[in-house]
Nanobody, 115 residues
Framework: QVQLVESGGGLVQSGGSLRLSCAAS????????MSWYRQAPGKERELVAS????????NYADSVKGRFTISRDNAKNTVYLQMNSLKPEDTAVYYC????????WGQGTQVTVSS
């Protein structure tokens, strides 16, 4: 059974940084594409960043390019999202996601950026 457990969210002031983590189990982590999505109140869930393996090819939403960095540690079955220069519009619930037969989602972690 695939499980994704996010951590690292919280409250931060505008311009601050946070690092999200997502620990995965129940799949062959080293061969899957891992993604981070976010959903703000009243808005649709949107892709923030994704990372492939092997090779670690990354993809970012235009709104976070240059501020966020996605990375992975295949030895720890963990994907990270380093978020710098945070803005109030980054406030959302952030979800880790993977497709393994079907799409799986973590429980989400709240990120709140105050102005």
């Amino acid at each position: 059974q695939v499980q994704l457990v996010e951590s690292g969210g919280g409250l931060v002031q505008s311009g601050g940084s946070l690092r999200l983590s997502c620990a995965a189990s129940g799949l062959t982590f080293s061969i899957v594409i891992m993604s981070w999505y976010r959903q703000a109140p009243g808005k649709e869930r949107e892709l923030v960043a994704s990372i492939g393996s092997p090779g670690g090819r990354t993809n970012y939403a235009d709104s976070v390019k240059g501020r966020f960095t996605i990375s992975r540690d295949n030895a720890k079955n963990t994907v990270y999202l380093q978020m710098n220069s945070l803005k109030p519009e980054d406030t959302a619930v952030y979800y880790c996601s993977v497709h393994w037969g079907r799409t799986y989602w973590g429980q989400g972690t709240q990120v709140t950026v105050s102005s």
